[in-house]
């Protein structure tokens, strides 16, 4: 809710000398910062002490803020979880965020059935099963399942097998014995009892051997094997054991074998400027380095090292399926015991953060270093060229405006043909991005023939129509409750006008500019506050007006040449004999286009609803006269 009557002086004096975690509200009630504190009271008091040295990105957020809540804790412990789940669930502005948080796949051996599989999964927990990961690729690990399935020739299937005997699916569903892969040669079908559970198992057995890294040894068998088809002149076999060792080359050159020792680790280092940070991360599994990964962070404005090592970990860690005992740093992050602790209690057994100082840990952490460090600046052109064409743009449309803080742009367009089927279009930008799902489209009601004025009154007042009753009833969809900081109009002085009417009617002050464009239907400039703007043509806003003007335009005529093409269909289905309204439209929500109503066979028109033999045969016939 909003805290309208809230008074901050008041409420800074009721804060309790507890452990707790903090939320800090904006005017709309937006969760903009999440912290936690060993004692709540000091800790958001100090946020308004005007003798607190602060951060230009706090001192930002300090502004913002409309109101707080906080929750007491029993522990700092407890308050750094909770401050975590909240950070991950409401994402704040202000805090410093783990932008890609993936979960990374792993193989899993299910060592507990009697006759196991080999599957892929995100999600690592406490079963009989022998896990394998993470793989920083999905396709990696699915060509490595596919592998051992082809060498090994085990099930892939989720069949409850005993002994060979029970044919039931864990789902319950029934299954077919002897599926396809084992006439493909590529299972033994326990399920028929073709292979005795320990032959099975020793295949098994090998499999994960070769997921441990022992390659040499699967290759071996592969090459004699090979070698016996080509003396018994089976060349196809023998083709077929060439292209599984290609196959197991191809696997384990991903994988790159390092002298680590038996220990999983992960092994983490950080660089950044002052745009940009990011986290190299290495994971370590049985002596190798199974993949490597980069994250970015985001706002990390005036943000130490140590408290984005810090972020990183609770938020990365909170959603790993393991921890591995041991995690290599390159330097320590903030508050280092407490995610040490609590990283313990994930796990079950004790982790340990370790900055090394020397020998073969200092080198990998280093090679860490190394590579994040090159990754940064061979991604700070491509950063810089990102937000020069996004946020950079909306900053250029600022100054030229007059204007500040636009993160939301919606633009409009008509399409019609003479007044035929008119529509509207409206697209939305964030930050300079399309945001394709909240686009919105209009079939005009009210208006008769070519008139892009009074089609332009429509959209614009049913699109803030809905918008206000969305704002006052929570129970409607919400389709329309965001409102732009800036309206563009595909048009001039004309368009902007309109549209300043109709949010004047309904109490509405958003800012309003027109896309003007020259006789060649180029860009030329932005129409705002009654005056043309000229915008440099060579320039990022320049670029960005035209995306959203062409994007609002093509988005239009789509929908409308859509509406036309239903209508012509439904101007032939007109013509045939039996067909009425009702099996028009069905035949219309049926198929496609009016290609495939003249190419379905009878069985398929009579599929259709509310069709019958009859009515089938009619549509069939009139297209084949």
């Given at each position: 809710?909003n805290r309208v009557?809230?008074?901050i002086?008041e ?11 903090y939320?800090?509200?904006?005017k709309d009630?937006v ?7 060993v004692?709540l ?10 003798s607190?040295?602060k951060?230009v ?5 300090v502004?913002n803020?409309a109101w ?7 522990s700092?412990l407890?308050?750094?979880v909770?401050?975590n789940n909240l950070?991950k669930?409401?994402q ?6 783990l ?7 792993y193989i899993?051996v299910?060592?507990g059935?009697?006759?196991?599989r ?9 079963d ?5 990961g993470?793989?920083?690729s ?7 399942i596919?592998l051992l399935r082809?060498v090994?020739?085990?099930r ?13 699916v864990?789902d319950?569903?029934?299954?077919t ?23 099975y198992?020793?295949?098994i057995e ?6 441990n890294g ?6 071996g ?11 018994a002149?089976?060349?196809e076999?023998a ?7 290609e ?11 390092t002298?680590t020792?038996?220990?999983?680790r992960?092994?983490?280092a ?8 990011i986290v ?8 190798k380095?199974?993949?490597r990964?980069?994250y ?6 005036d943000e130490s ?5 810090a972020?990183f ?8 399926p393991?921890?591995p005992?041991?995690i290599?740093l ?14 313990s209690s994930?796990r ?8 090394p ?6 080198k990998?952490?280093?090679?860490a270093?190394?590579?994040?460090q090159?990754k940064l600046?061979?991604d700070?052109?491509?950063?810089k060229?990102?937000h020069?064409?996004?946020k950079?743009a ?5 100054k030229?405006t ?6 939301r ?12 089927e008119?529509v ?8 300079g991005?399309?945001?394709p799902?909240?686009y919105?489209k209009f ?5 008769e023939?070519p008139n ?6 429509e959209?614009?007042?049913?699109r803030?129509e809905h918008g206000l009753e969305e704002?006052e009833d929570?129970s409607?969809?919400?389709k329309f409750?965001k409102f732009p900081?800036?309206?563009?109009m595909d048009?001039?002085?004309g368009?902007v006008?309109?549209?300043e009417e ?8 958003i ?6 464009k020259d006789?060649?239907?180029r860009t030329?400039?932005l129409?705002?506050n ?7 043509s ?5 670029h960005?007006i ?12 789509t ?5 036309r093409?239903?209508q012509?269909v439904h101007?032939v289905l007109?013509?045939?004999?039996g067909i009425?309204?009702a099996?028009r439209?069905?035949?219309?929500k ?7 109503i003249r190419n379905?066979t ?6 259709v609803?509310g069709?019958n033999r009859?009515a089938?045969?009619?549509v069939?016939?009139f297209?084949?006269?």
């Open positions: 809710m009557d809230f008074d002086d409420e800074l004096n009721k804060l309790p000398k507890s452990p707790g975690v939320m800090m509200h904006d009630d969760i903009i910062y999440v912290g936690k504190a004692i009271r000091n800790r958001v008091r100090s946020y308004f002490r005007a607190t040295k951060s990105k706090i001192q930002q957020m502004k803020i707080f809540e906080y929750v007491v804790t029993d700092e407890e308050a750094l909770l401050e950070i669930e409401n704040p502005k202000y805090n410093t965020m932008k890609d948080d993936k979960t990374y796949p899993k299910t060592l059935d009697d006759f196991p080999i599957t892929m999964c995100r999600k690592v927990i406490k009989n099963a022998k896990y394998f993470p793989f920083t999905g396709e990696a690990v699915r060509e490595t596919d082809r090994y020739k085990i892939g299937c989720r069949m409850k097998i005993e002994d060979g005997i029970d044919n039931t864990q319950g569903s029934s299954a014995k002897k599926c396809l892969y084992y006439h493909m040669g590529q299972c033994q079908a326990p399920c028929e009892g073709l292979v005795s559970r320990e032959e198992a020793e295949n090998k499999a994960v051997d070769f997921l022992d390659y040499k040894a699967v290759t068998e592969l090459t004699r094997k090979m070698q016996a088809a080509s003396d002149m089976e060349y076999k083709k077929e054991y060439r292209d599984l060792i196959s197991v080359r191809k696997v384990s050159e991903k994988q790159k074998i002298d020792g038996d220990e999983n992960d092994i983490i950080i660089a950044g400027d002052s745009e940009s940070v190299q991360m290495f994971f370590v599994r049985g002596g380095i199974i993949g990964e980069h970015y962070m985001q706002h990390t404005d090292s140590e408290d984005i090592l972020a970990l609770m938020q990365f860690y909170s959603g790993a393991f921890i005992k041991e290599l390159s330097e320590a992050p903030s508050g280092a015991e407490l995610i040490e602790e609590w990283m994930q079950g057994s004790k982790v340990s953060l370790t900055v100082q020397k020998g073969k840990k200092d990998l952490v280093k090679l270093e190394e590579n994040a090159i600046n061979q700070v052109e491509k950063l060229r990102d020069d064409r996004t950079g909306v900053e250029e449309i600022e030229i007059g204007l500040s803080d636009i993160h742009m919606e633009a409009y367009d008509i399409s019609n043909i003479s007044g035929f008119s509207g279009s409206m697209v939305v930008y964030e930050d991005r399309p945001k799902n909240e919105r079939k005009i009601k009210s208006v023939g892009d004025y009074a089609s332009m009154e959209v614009l007042t049913r803030f704002q929570d409607l969809p919400g409750s900081d800036l309206i563009l048009g001039g002085r368009q006008n309109i549209c109709v949010l004047t009617a309904l109490g509405l002050d800012p309003v500019c027109g896309m003007v006789d060649n239907h030329r400039g129409y705002y009654n005056v043309e703007l000229p915008i440099s060579s320039s990022e806003g320049f960005l035209t995306r959203i003007q062409d994007e609002a335009h093509r988005f239009a005529i929908f409308h040449r859509k509406l093409s239903k012509q101007s007109d013509d045939i004999p009425g309204p099996r439209k069905s035949l219309m049926s198929f496609e286009s009016l290609e495939d379905a009878e069985d398929e028109l009579l599929a609803q069709f009859q089938a045969k009619s069939y016939d297209f084949r006269k």
